[in-house]
């Protein structure tokens, strides 16, 4: 039986893109950007650290990011980020 994967939101903050993340995304540096922190929980155990950026104003699965985010997958899909 496998493990139940969860994620904990540790903080949503609008942030200025740094050059690493503007040219990431494709956007000028300073552009302002939501920045999700989240620890993946596997059985309620803590396995990684997220920190993602993405761009303000985006849509994904009808939740406005500035709102409530919804999986970082979706947001991937929807978004067209690759897959590493």
């Known amino acids: 039986m496998g493990r139940n994967p969860t994620a904990r939101l540790l903080d949503k903050l609008i942030v200025a893109a740094d050059e690493a993340v503007a040219d ?3 956007l000028v540096r300073g552009t302002l ?6 620890v993946r929980l596997a059985d309620g155990v803590a396995m ?3 920190e993602t950026y993405l761009p303000r104003g985006k849509k994904v699965g009808g939740n406005d990011l500035e ?3 919804a999986s970082i997958q979706t947001m991937r899909r929807v978004i067209a980020f690759p897959r590493y």
């Open 33 to 38: 950007v939501v920045r999700l922190r989240r």
């Open 24 to 26: 990431h995304l494709a």
């Open 48 to 50: 990684s650290f997220d």
């Open 67 to 69: 709102a409530e985010p």
